[in-house]
């Protein structure tokens, strides 16, 4: 990418494009796709068709450099200084304030995640790598897991050594019944780690223990050979006990935050944004020497990166529209598939989708590309159950067929129900939606009644009642959004389908093939064979279109050309800061500004 930054007068330029279309004031156009003749042209049966909007361009693939481990001596615990000219600054803006850094009392707070550093780290493409822990050995059962620590007299960013009884304490204190954190139930793969969320047992019965300084030994309930996806996450990286002991909640506050991650918290005004710094106590100097982040203003969000003051800019839903309209912003622009999917959940002994036919024909009455055009790239049509990039993610023609968009192939299985059954199909969503979750949600309902020609009736549902129906299974066709709560399949199948399945639970579909698919990834431990038992679920869960896999929600970002590297998928596509990987600053690398 070359040339200079855009300038303020890319605000003058014209839309060349329409503004976003919002479903619930528009209307359905009427067309075919791929060849197909057209339905009969009544209310109930016109195809509907994609939105023209431009497909934003992929960025080459940049290899990602990796950081030379560096010993450093102790020294005293860092504070903010002025930062030399020539040093290695990023500025990135995001358009949301964080709640803390505290991740491990609330995975999404939505705070840095490089300040600190678990026992193990996730790669670009989710390999996992060790952090604080150099090396590990699994039992041959897959139940017993030991950790070596690394050697070093320092490591948390006021000189503090990083101990094992740092990660003891930290998982205890993720299971305080009287104020879990949100990814708790994670660890009840961990020996008693159920009976210590629910108070059934005290925190030192968790099955987690320190053998000595350095070695770390955990016990699993039975085997997960996802276990160590489930540490890289940011919801399992480290408090550090002695400041939260002394100021609470608030303990990570400028000021106040001690961390053992790549960089420390040099300042925070929150409303405006916040500094880090390279930790001198971090076994591995990054190759920033700081970060700042801060926080888009609702009036000119973008006017910092027109100006070059910003490296890398969140681009709001409001400004897809402009940027996407813009052949220089088009230039600048990148999409980061973000680890979640939204579904439509089909309750299979439920009259008239206990027809397998009837299962298949709804699926293909979903234009799932008409859904990317609709909101300027912000989803991507899903194939998959497992979103792109994330381990065990399938991406075959076979699957991609079960899901084609296929109109006049809908309408006509449907004749039948239409003839001797004209009462409408009840679709079953939460009544919290985002903006973008909600015009897709309108807009599958309207292509449903439309391609199906029988009307869907949307039933929306407040918290508890939306928890009744899901866990009683008290609806017929279900909207689902899942963030995975850790990247790997396991996360959808295990989470959603399998007959131990920790949510969906009212879903009245069980499949022994599956279950039995399941236990022998749960125990394998190569990665190959693990991922080649998925891709088995994968198909399994398609032959019976129980789960409609509908679209990924997309995060979309403007960078300068003088960003030479970040963090991509190994088909490369940028992979943003969220909630499953948390060494987005770990891989820019700049070249001078403006050049």
Request: charged share 25%; aromatic share 8%.
């Amino acid at each position: 990418m070359g040339g200079r930054p855009i300038l303020e007068r890319a605000l003058l330029l014209p839309l060349t494009r329409r503004r976003l279309l919002w479903l619930s004031c528009g209307s359905l156009l009427v067309a075919c796709r791929r060849g197909e003749a057209t339905p009969p042209l009544t209310a109930t049966a016109s195809a509907v068709t994609p939105l023209p909007s431009p497909t934003p361009p992929r960025r080459p693939v940049t290899p990602t450099p990796t950081a030379t481990p560096v010993l450093i001596s102790p020294t005293p615990s860092p504070r903010p200084t002025p930062t030399p000219v020539a040093a290695r600054i990023f500025v990135r803006m995001r358009l949301d304030e964080p709640k803390s850094h505290d991740f491990n009392a609330d995975a999404a707070c939505g705070g840095e995640p490089e300040l600190f550093a678990g026992l193990v780290r996730l790669a670009p493409d989710y390999r996992v790598q060790p952090d604080w822990a150099t090396a590990w050995e699994v039992s041959a059962d897959g139940t017993r897991y030991i950790f070596s620590l690394r050697s070093n007299r320092s490591g948390w960013s006021n000189g503090d050594p990083v101990r094992v009884s740092d990660f003891v304490w930290s998982w205890q204190r993720m299971l305080d019944p009287a104020n879990p954190a949100p990814q708790a139930s994670l660890l009840d793969l961990v020996g008693n780690g159920k009976a210590v969320r629910e108070g059934r047992l005290s925190p030192d019965q968790l099955a987690v223990r320190a053998l000595d300084d350095s070695t770390l030994e955990v016990e699993l309930e039975r085997p997960a050979g996802y276990f160590l996806w489930i540490l890289g996450t940011p919801g399992f990286l480290p408090a550090h006990r002695p400041s939260v002991e002394r100021w609470g909640a608030r303990w990570t506050e400028a000021g106040r935050c001690v961390s053992n991650g790549p960089f420390y918290l040099a300042s925070w005004e929150p409303g405006s944004g916040y500094t880090v710094n390279a930790n001198p106590h971090y076994w591995n100097r990054p190759n920033l020497d700081s970060c700042t982040v801060t926080i888009a203003r609702p009036t000119d969000p973008l006017l910092p990166f027109y100006r070059g003051q910003v490296d890398v800019a969140a681009v709001p839903q409001e400004e897809l529209p402009r940027v996407s309209s813009e052949e220089a912003l088009l230039e600048r622009m990148e999409r980061s598939i973000l680890p979640e999917t939204w579904f439509l959940v089909i309750q299979p002994d439920s009259a008239p989708l206990d027809d397998l036919e009837l299962r298949r024909a709804v699926s293909r009455a979903i234009d799932r590309e008409r859904l990317r055009q609709l909101l300027y790239g912000a989803v991507e049509p899903a194939q998959s159950l497992v979103p792109p990039g994330i381990p065990g993610s399938v991406r075959d023609d076979s699957v991609a067929d079960a899901h084609r968009f296929a109109p006049l192939e809908a309408f006509r299985a449907w004749q039948r129900v239409r003839a001797g059954d004209p009462r409408p199909l009840r679709l079953t969503a939460p009544t919290e939606c985002s903006p973008n979750e909600e015009a897709i949600l309108q807009d599958v309902a309207m292509q449903l009644t439309s391609n199906l020609g029988v009307p869907v009736e949307l039933v929306r549902l407040a918290a508890r009642e939306w928890e009744r129906a899901v866990e009683e299974g008290t609806f017929q066709l279900l909207w689902w959004r899942w963030p995975l709560p850790f990247p790997d399949a396991a996360a959808v199948y295990e989470w959603l389908l399998s007959s131990e399945r920790r949510t969906l639970r009212g879903l009245r579909w069980r499949s022994d093939a599956l279950d039995r698919l399941l236990v022998l990834a749960r125990g394998e431990t190569a990665l190959t064979r693990r991922l080649g038992a998925y891709r088995q679920c994968e198909r399994l869960a398609h032959e019976e279109f129980v789960l409609l896999p509908i679209c990924h929600p997309v995060a979309t970002y403007l960078v300068q050309p003088w960003v030479v590297t970040l963090p991509r998928t190994p088909t490369g596509e940028l992979l943003a800061p969220e909630r499953s990987f948390s060494r987005f600053l770990s891989a820019v690398t700049l070249s001078s500004r403006g050049s």
